[in-house]
């Protein structure tokens, strides 16, 4: 009894793992029933894209394509790792550039609404008239020559120099050449005795006096050469 016990349960185990095979067997047809249409889409589809470059694309290309990259495996490695740290690099950067950008994007908003670019814009057209003006040489002999004359500006820069020139830019605006009548000796002895005429002439000799030193600059450097 015990041994038909033992024959019936094994019967009911091995039934048991039949259906589940059965059960499988009908799952693995279902799916190849429901791929075979989308398989078959897909080769069709790939015939049809491969058939478009087969005049194009030869086997041999393939085999030397193939070849190409088994050469260049480590080049392949290095240029990935560098892709990889190109990545890295950019999403480093990424939080810096997210407030250094729209910074800049403000300040040159702000240098537009100055005219910053307007007049660098101006600026660009007079050097292409200078360009289209002077020969290379020319350029060359007014750089040479501007060298000094940025010394002559700096002197100019003193307080008491900018002081003089500001003061006689002022005269051409008080003078009214439409009343200047000829003088004569005694006109001149007449015109004396204003206070004005008095404080011009002493700023004429003191002009004189000072104008002596083009000449004594001269005579230095003659006796230094």
Known sequence: MNNEQVI???????GQEIAILTDSARSLRE???????????TVKVLIEE??????????????SLLKNLMRNVRNLTWSVDQ????????????????????????YLDKLEQQGVFLVLA?????????????????????????????GVVKKLTAPEALNLLDKAAEVPARVDL???????????????GNSEVKQGMG???ELTKALSLLKNGDEAEESGA
């Not at 019936?8 to 091995?14: C, G, P, S």
């Not at 990889?84 to 403000?106: C, G, M, W």
């Not at 600026?123 to 002999?141: C, N, R, S, W």
């Open 83 to 106: 892709l990889k740290n190109l990545i890295d690099f950019i999403r480093t950067v990424e939080p810096l550039l997210k407030s250094v950008v729209p910074q800049a994007i403000i």
């Open 178 to 192: 439409s009343q200047a009548k000829a003088v004569g000796p005694f006109g001149m002895l007449f015109a004396l």
């Open 122 to 150: 101006n600026m660009m057209g007079v050097l292409e008239k200078i360009a289209e003006t002077y020969t290379p040489e020319d350029i060359e002999q007014i750089g040479n020559g501007l060298v000094p004359l940025v």
């Open 8 to 14: 019936i349960d094994q019967l009911d185990h091995l």
């Open 50 to 63: 491969l058939a478009e470059i087969e005049a194009d694309v030869q086997f041999e290309d393939l085999v």
């Open 203 to 205: 700023v004429v000799l």
């Open 31 to 41: 799916l190849r029933d429901d791929l075979s249409p989308r398989v078959n889409e």
